[in-house]
């Protein structure tokens, strides 16, 4: 019994870290992985669905949180909040620090207060490692090429296009670190590329010059012990204006994907942020967080036919936090956010501002069961939206728990930060670029139910085993249908666009997780998930349907020496399908088609280190198996690809 | 399949002997087979220089192969290729002071086009891809730690119609013991 009683104080203790901290993708994942950019990260991360059109602009939706379209999951960095998002594009890569210098990613899946955040739409933070004592300087270079070029051929009847290449990607940063003040000045430097002839095909306005993407991103971080607590400083900006240090001389754009025009635009993205967070620790078991940060987006048109498509919005974010850790664990606190909007084609300003409160207690109904259960309150103009949640934790034996979340959520249209958020408030974008459109009563306040019930089986300190239900309930939810109509002539789609403001719909699903540990240096896991619709109208049943139903996960990963390493991972999918697009496939000659075959995704990668780990190479296969690899049926084909990565580490030069 | 392979390789492993030697050679090598691409272009021949070292299980190799190919038609660019590759493999002793290397290979395939008599687009003056490759090597020590080698190799280009050579390469090599030095650098 007392045994037991160990037992469970060490579940709740690990429990307690769980409401902090949810899952995580630890820093020797990331390495063994070999991930290169900030966007691969979403390989790891089997709950998520995720598509691209190009390689470099993800979309992702958490756990069956929201639809693919919606793009309102919130990423933080060191739970500081980072508002990288345009439109519908939220591209992580914006994000001024390269995976060389994460400690490890912080996963949100299941609705919750995080970081005086409300979670609903799941969240990512990045943690960052903590600099070595003394004065460090690193480096980095990686790239990547993708398989499938002419070669010779070029010059033959088995002519071909050029396909992707990725990089060269530059990063270099100077840190130092001691007890109370740590800290890095970061430079990153990027180049991409969507020059696939999917991409070109269906955007014939656009140069090749125009599918080539440049990106630099400095930033600096600096985390310091001061008045009782830690507080952490990050100023960060990310242009697609200019690319310094770059050997090749090509124009610099960003590309963005406007869904209801089914085109892309290449734009100029300018992201800015100045933001600090931390705490006062009042004693061992109570402090005050705060959080504040001033961020702006700003995204403009380069091409002529875009000419007068300037945007610029601006965030000032604020955040007060009392939390109580000792024998009544409790926390409340308060934030307020203001948003303000500006065009180039309108003279008027536009501010969106809220105020939000929130709080939260640990309790416990039961002797082995620990629940922890969190409201927000947010107040805007006439309007609030109630948010809440429960999680429960019952520890039934020493080896098997049940973990019951349950969270209903209201969302006042408000807190979208996307497309329409401008158009709702007189910025007429879609008018701007031609896209005719139909946008009556304006968007609703959206209701969410959600529910996940998790088992846990620890069959020994090597073998566990999740198994999951889920279910979601939406109500007034938008969604927003384009029809695109290929134009065979032109190879351009010409666009329908409905909008739906109170579509309503239900998702269940079932997952399994197993992690192995066969040896020390060898482990494997397997990662299940099933989603579903149960029952909805057929807006909200075509989104589900672009989510592949079946998703399996196999990750081995061989880690014999700090020095070495090797990692494999298969994935599949299950096949999906966008009937946004009627008769694509004989409209195109074959070459869209709407459904999305299943997908059998093999990657690969190798890791050594040299010279007491100061040297780090990387070499990882994505594709392997060569598939014809397509995430949206417009975008990209991925063949195997390459990617290589070097590191230089001087840790510690000057103590 | 990994599952199989990985218990082989914990049992096989060791650190100790990892980077003990280091060899140094030099391949002549001759593209022997016929398949489209040789509809196009010939080889003249290349050369490899190549270091070698033990590694945890195995072996492990870094080389540069330098090959160059003339066209047979004036509608197509003589080129010439340089492959930096990485290697991976297993000896096998044979009697008589000889040895047969099982080794399979990754690499980018540099390919630079000639423009003197052709219109070549800029953009492809020079184009890269990836290359996956078997080979055997079968070696005879010659004196002490001099090795005559021939080799038998496989390369697939994965160019959108793959380039498929066989080569056969015969060289020599050196084996050194490894200073200290190189040691610690590779652990």
């Known amino acids: 019994m007392i045994r037991f009683k160990i037992v469970l104080l060490l579940f709740c203790v690990s429990l307690s870290g769980f409401a902090q901290t949810g899952s995580s993708i630890s820093n020797r994942q990331l390495i063994s992985s070999g991930i290169n950019r900030l966007s691969d990260v979403y390989t790891l991360m089997n709950d998520w669905d995720t598509y691209t059109f190009d390689g470099y602009r993800w979309y992702a939706s958490a756990n069956g949180l929201s639809s693919l379209q919606n793009q309102n999951w919130i990423l933080m960095l060191d739970g500081q909040i980072i508002d990288i998002g345009f439109f519908n594009l939220k591209n992580i890569n914006v994000l001024p620090l390269t995976i060389n210098h994460v400690d490890s990613v912080q996963i949100i899946n299941h609705p919750k207060i995080f970081s005086g955040k409300f979670a609903g739409d799941g969240l990512i933070n990045v943690r960052t490692l903590k600099q070595k004592n003394g004065l460090s300087v690193t480096g980095r270079y990686s790239a990547g090429n993708e398989t499938g070029d002419p070669g010779p051929y070029f010059y033959t009847e088995h002519y071909s296009s050029n396909v992707e290449e990725n990089g060269p990607n530059l990063s270099a940063s100077i840190e130092y670190g001691s007890d109370d003040i740590w800290g890095r000045l970061f430079f990153y430097t990027e180049s991409f590329s969507a020059t696939d002839t999917a991409m070109r095909k269906r955007n014939p306005q656009l140069s090749w010059g125009d599918f080539k993407g440049r990106r630099f991103s400095p930033s600096l971080q600096a985390v310091f012990n001061a008045l009782n607590g830690t507080h952490n400083l990050f100023l960060g900006y990310s242009t697609s204006e200019i690319q310094p240090f770059h050997p090749r001389t090509y124009t610099s754009n960003d590309l963005i994907f406007i869904n209801p025009a089914v085109k892309d635009y290449p734009v100029q993205m300018i992201f800015k942020h100045a933001g600090i967070n931390g705490s006062f620790d009042f004693s061992s078991n109570s402090c005050l967080n705060y959080s504040l940060k001033a961020s702006s987006n700003k995204l403009y048109g380069t091409r002529s036919?875009?000419?007068?498509?300037?945007?610029?919005?601006?965030?000032?974010?604020?955040?007060?936090?009392?939390?109580?850790?000792?024998?009544?664990?409790?926390?409340?606190?308060?934030?307020?956010?203001?948003?303000?909007?500006?065009?180039?084609?309108?003279?008027?300003?536009?501010?969106?501002?809220?105020?939000?409160?929130?709080?939260?207690?640990?309790?416990?109904?039961?002797?082995?069961?620990i629940s922890q259960t969190g409201t927000e309150i947010l107040f805007t103009k006439n309007k609030t939206a109630f948010k809440g949640y429960l999680?429960?934790?019952?520890?039934?034996?020493?080896?098997?728990?049940?973990?019951?979340?349950?969270?209903?959520?209201?969302?006042?249209?408000?807190?979208?930060?996307?497309?329409?958020?401008?158009?709702?408030?007189?910025?007429?974008?879609l008018e701007r670029l031609g896209v005719d459109y139909s946008f009556e009563g304006g968007r609703k306040r959206e209701l969410k139910f959600t529910a996940d019930l998790n088992a846990g089986y620890k069959l020994n300190p090597s073998f566990n085993l999740n198994v999951g239900l889920l279910y979601r309930n939406f109500s007034n939810y938008f969604i927003e249908e384009v029809i695109g109509i290929y134009n065979p002539d032109s190879s351009v789609f010409n666009s329908i666009v409905i909008t739906n403001t109170n579509s309503l719909g239900s998702i269940a699903g079932f997952s399994i997780k197993i992690n192995n540990k066969i040896f020390s240096s060898l482990a494997q896991s397997i990662d299940y998930r099933f989603l579903t619709s149960a029952g909805g109208d057929s807006s909200f049943k075509n989104q589900l349907e672009t989510i592949p139903a079946h998703k399996l996960s196999y990750a081995v990963t061989f880690n014999p020496f700090e020095s070495f390493s090797l990692w494999a991972n298969l994935t599949f999918l299950s096949p999906v399908s966008w009937s946004y697009f009627p008769e694509l496939e004989e409209l195109s000659g074959g070459f869209y088609k709407n459904n999305l075959n299943e997908r059998f995704i093999l990657d690969f990668s190798v890791r050594k280190w040299f010279w007491d780990n100061r040297l780090r190479f990387n070499l990882q296969f994505k594709n392997i198996l060569n598939n014809e690899l397509q995430y949206h049926p417009l975008g990209a084909k991925f063949n195997l690809s390459v990617f290589f990565s070097a590191e230089i580490v001087f840790n510690s030069i000057i103590n | 399949?990994?599952?199989?392979?990985?218990?082989?390789?914990?049992?096989?492993?060791?650190?100790?002997?990892?980077?003990?030697?280091?060899?140094?050679?030099?391949?002549?090598?001759?593209?022997?087979?016929?398949?489209?691409?040789?509809?196009?272009?010939?080889?003249?021949?290349?050369?490899?220089?190549?270091?070698?070292?033990?590694?945890?299980?195995?072996?492990?190799?870094?080389?540069?192969?330098?090959?160059?190919?003339?066209?047979?038609?004036?509608?197509?660019?003589?080129?010439?290729?340089?492959?930096?590759?990485?290697?991976?493999?297993?000896?096998?002793?044979?009697?008589?002071?000889?040895?047969?290397?099982?080794?399979?290979?990754?690499?980018?395939?540099?390919?630079?086009?000639?423009?003197?008599?052709?219109?070549?687009?800029?953009?492809?003056?020079?184009?890269?891809?990836?290359?996956?490759?078997?080979?055997?090597?079968?070696?005879?020590?010659?004196?002490?730690?001099?090795?005559?080698?021939?080799?038998?190799?496989?390369?697939?280009?994965?160019?959108?119609?793959?380039?498929?050579?066989?080569?056969?390469g015969l060289g020599i090599s050196k084996t050194f013991r490894s200073p200290q030095w190189l040691k610690d650098f590779f652990n």
């Open chain 1, 305 to 369: 036919e875009s000419d007068n498509f300037a945007h610029l919005k601006s965030n000032y974010y604020s955040n007060l936090e009392y939390r109580n850790s000792g024998q009544v664990k409790f926390f409340f606190g308060t934030g307020f956010d203001y948003t303000e909007l500006s065009a180039s084609y309108l003279s008027e300003e536009k501010g969106i501002g809220f105020f939000k409160t929130y709080g939260g207690i640990e309790f416990n109904l039961f002797e082995n069961v």
């Open chain 2, 1 to 168: 399949m990994l599952l199989l392979i990985f218990p082989a390789i914990l049992t096989a492993q060791n650190r100790n002997s990892a980077f003990e030697t280091f060899s140094l050679g030099v391949n002549y090598q001759s593209n022997i087979n016929r398949n489209d691409f040789h509809k196009y272009w010939l080889s003249d021949g290349g050369i490899e220089g190549y270091f070698s070292t033990p590694f945890y299980f195995g072996k492990t190799q870094f080389g540069i192969t330098y090959m160059s190919f003339s066209a047979k038609s004036d509608d197509q660019p003589d080129f010439n290729s340089l492959l930096l590759y990485l290697q991976w493999g297993y000896k096998f002793g044979l009697p008589l002071n000889s040895s047969l290397a099982l080794n399979a290979s990754t690499g980018l395939f540099q390919m630079n086009f000639d423009d003197s008599d052709l219109y070549v687009d800029p953009g492809l003056l020079s184009e890269r891809e990836l290359t996956i490759g078997l080979n055997a090597l079968l070696s005879y020590s010659i004196y002490n730690d001099w090795y005559l080698n021939l080799q038998l190799s496989y390369l697939n280009v994965f160019t959108y119609k793959k380039i498929q050579l066989i080569n056969l």
């Open chain 1, 391 to 429: 999680k429960s934790c019952w520890q039934y034996t020493s080896k098997l728990w049940f973990d019951l979340n349950l969270a209903v959520i209201q969302t006042v249209p408000e807190e979208k930060s996307d497309l329409w958020q401008w158009i709702e408030n007189g910025y007429d974008v």
